[in-house]
């Protein structure tokens, strides 16, 4: 069976066919652990297990990446409320996430990188998109410029 994906570029279906023969790499922006995760939180997850799987299922090698947003102002937010370090905010919701996607049967991800780890990369990446054009500051943050 063949699997067709909305592309948004074209705004129409088309066939999915590996970059590489063989393989494919799925990316997934996961979790933000700034509460108890809910149904909403981990949609996404289950949604793209089941695609991996297929894919897997289809004899692909699939390196499946899922982020954790452990650093936002929500979280820095949350962590004040309570009178907790961030840091210890985001532990204990992060393990309530992977609990939450062990009870779904969700597979763990090949790799999961943090932001906390990637901080100086995203600054040097934002740099350059408004260097050239791509992305403006207000208000002590970056949005990309639809225009450009």
Request: hydrophobic share 40%; charged share 20%; with cysteine.
């Given at each position: 069976m063949?699997l067709?994906?909305?592309d948004t570029a074209?705004r129409?279906?088309?066939?999915f066919?590996?970059v590489r023969?063989?393989?494919a790499?799925i990316?997934?922006?996961?979790?933000?652990?700034?509460?108890?995760?809910h149904i909403?939180h981990?949609?996404s997850?289950v949604?793209?297990d089941?695609?991996r799987?297929w894919?897997l299922?289809?004899?692909?090698?699939v390196?499946?990446?899922r982020?954790v947003?452990?650093?936002?102002d929500?979280?820095?937010?949350?962590?004040?409320e309570?009178?907790?370090?961030?840091?210890?905010w985001?532990?204990?919701?992060?393990?309530a996430?992977t609990?939450a996607?062990?009870q779904?049967?969700?597979l763990?991800?090949?790799v999961?990188?943090?932001?906390?780890?990637?901080?100086?990369?995203m600054?040097t990446?934002?740099?350059?998109?408004?260097?050239?054009?791509?992305?403006?500051?207000?208000a002590?943050?970056?949005?990309f410029?639809?225009a450009?």
């Amino acid at each position: 069976m063949t699997l067709r994906i909305f592309d948004t570029a074209t705004r129409s279906q088309r066939e999915f066919v590996p970059v590489r023969p063989g393989h494919a790499s799925i990316y997934l922006c996961g979790a933000t652990p700034q509460s108890q995760p809910h149904i909403g939180h981990v949609r996404s997850g289950v949604a793209f297990d089941i695609l991996r799987r297929w894919l897997l299922a289809s004899g692909l090698d699939v390196a499946f990446v899922r982020n954790v947003t452990d650093i936002d102002d929500k979280i820095l937010t949350k962590a004040a409320e309570h009178d907790r370090p961030w840091w210890e905010w985001v532990s204990t919701h992060e393990r309530a996430f992977t609990w939450a996607y062990d009870q779904l049967n969700v597979l763990p991800p090949s790799v999961e990188p943090r932001a906390t780890g990637h901080v100086t990369q995203m600054v040097t990446y934002m740099q350059r998109l408004i260097e050239r054009g791509f992305a403006y500051e207000a208000a002590g943050s970056v949005y990309f410029d639809v225009a450009a």
